[in-house]
T-cell receptor, first 114, second 114 residues
Framework: GENVEQHPSTLSVQEGDSAVIKCTYS??????FPWYKQELGKRPQLIID?????GEKKDQRIAVTLNKTAKHFSLHITETQPEDSAVYFC?????????????FGGGTRVLVKP | DTEVTQTPKHLVMGMTNKKSLKCEQH?????MYWYKQKAKKPPELMFV???????INESVPSRFSPECPNSSLLNLHLHALQPEDSALYLC?????????????FGQGTRLTVV
């Protein structure tokens, strides 16, 4: 099955600085890589995703890069703000006949200090 | 409507009780999921339903019994749970075809077994 590793486990940054979170995956057949943000006591919510046919995707202050050869993908948050403080999970779903088997990385707790 | 609704939000039950968790979505998704999330850990997949049929059971103990009565509803029946089953139980849904895609999560049921 898929194995997803995520680093670092905690990340503390000053407001306005950038944050980078990295994930590696094991199944070379994986072709879709979402990032979820989970605020304390709330549900995981998708913030950005990337498919294997592109190497980079941006959405305002958030970007994701993918290196299929090395089997790793990264989340970049620029100009961090206090509301970016949360736990971020990468994932690498395995497609089955119907639906996904979503395997999450261990999570990164991001703290943005004002 | 991009909501997945779970009830109840909180549940305290004794080890001899029987209770049920409920999940509802009206996005037309034909894949629905149950995840278990312990504190400071990523969500772990328990069950996947595709077109109202159980397609994945991640070796979950039989004291957890899922049910999908129709394409909008997903239940998780609980019986004779142990204190270590205390966790946040998340329901999610997604498209069932067209490849891996965004999974929408409910806000979860925080379960405490006493």
């Amino acid at each position: 099955g898929e194995n997803v590793e995520q680093h670092p486990s905690t990340l503390s940054v000053q407001e306005g600085d950038s944050a980078v979170i990295k994930c590696t995956y094991s199944d070379s057949a994986s072709n879709y890589f979402p990032w979820y943000k989970q605020e304390l006591g709330k549900r995981p919510q998708l913030i950005i995703d990337i498919r294997s046919n592109v190497g980079e995707k941006k959405d305002q202050r958030i970007a994701v890069t993918l290196n299929k050869t090395a089997k790793h993908f990264s989340l970049h948050i620029t100009e961090t703000q206090p509301e970016d403080s949360a736990v971020y999970f990468c994932a690498a779903p395995q497609e089955y006949a119907a639906g996904n088997k979503l395997t999450f990385g261990g999570g990164t707790r991001v703290l943005v200090k004002p | 409507d991009t909501e997945v609704t779970q009830t109840p939000k909180h549940l305290v039950m004794g080890m001899t009780n029987k209770k049920s968790l409920k999940c509802e979505q009206h996005m037309g998704h034909r894949a629905m999921y149950w995840y278990k999330q312990k504190a400071k850990k990523p969500p772990e997949l328990m069950f996947v339903y595709s077109y109202e049929k159980l397609s994945i059971n991640e070796s979950v103990p039989s004291r957890f019994s899922p049910e999908c009565p129709n394409s909008s509803l997903l239940n998780l029946h609980l019986h004779a749970l142990q204190p270590e089953d205390s966790a946040l139980y998340l329901c999610a849904s997604s498209r069932a075809t067209g490849g891996p895609t965004e999974a929408f999560f409910g806000q979860g049921t925080r379960l405490t077994v006493v």
